[in-house]
């Protein structure tokens, strides 16, 4: 779109700027977390994000790319915490221990989070320092996470739910409009067992008439 914009025809100037307003309402919502899926790809990382912002922001490049950095640490240190209180006690303890130890846990969470920033960043740079994965190997990403989870075991509890998320809301979108179109002003008291069973019923029949063309 950008080369587009120097078109020399008038018409595709303008037909790329409604584009282009159709592109950043969907671009601003979901740029950072594409961003950040991209870096946990052994074979690209921060580098290919690097590259893109560069292309597409030109001289302001450098704040969106630090934008996904920061992202990247605030997400470290969140998931850190949940491999921050990990010790296990027994299962009986008096009052006074147990108060103690509510006492203790906010010093044991201050304690973590002042050390978590230097620790998860280091972690950080380390993965982000290391070779890319080649591009010309076979490569499994969910193989290379599960391999490298004792050595990195943040980043692969982050990778894990991140790369879950899926790369198009269509399929749910167009969920919604199905089932706008079966409750109706006049079906606004089904059940949601009734308002299943017609949208499995309806995606059924539409799967028989199409097989039998």
Do not use: H
Not at 73 to 101: C, H, Q, W
Not at 189 to 202: G, I, K, M, S, T
Request: proline fraction near 3%.
């Amino acid at each position: 779109m950008i080369e587009w914009e120097k078109s020399d025809y008038d018409y595709v100037r303008m037909m790329v700027s409604r584009m282009k307003q159709k592109f950043k309402k969907y671009w601003d919502e979901c740029c950072l977390v594409l961003a950040v899926v991209v870096v946990f790809y052994p074979r690209f990382k921060l580098d290919l994000v690097e590259y893109f912002d560069s292309r597409i922001y030109g001289i302001y490049a450098q704040s969106y790319i630090q934008r996904v950095r920061d992202k990247l640490v605030n997400l470290f240190i969140d998931y850190g915490r949940s491999f921050a209180i990990s010790v296990k006690e027994p299962n009986v303890m008096s009052n006074s221990r147990v108060e103690t130890r509510a006492s203790l846990l906010d010093f044991n969470r201050w304690c973590y989070e002042s050390r978590v920033s230097n620790n998860q960043k280091s972690k950080l740079e380390s993965y982000l320092e290391e070779t890319r994965f080649s591009r010309a190997e076979t490569f499994n990403i969910l193989d290379w996470w599960k391999t490298n989870s004792p050595r990195l075991p943040v980043l692969a509890k982050i990778a894990r739910d991140i790369l879950a998320v899926p790369a198009t809301t269509v399929a749910s979108e167009a969920a919604f409009s199905v089932g706008g179109c079966i409750i109706d002003e006049s079906r606004t008291c089904l059940l949601p067992d009734a308002v299943e069973a017609l949208v499995v019923a309806d995606d059924w029949i539409e799967s028989i008439s199409k097989r039998s063309k």
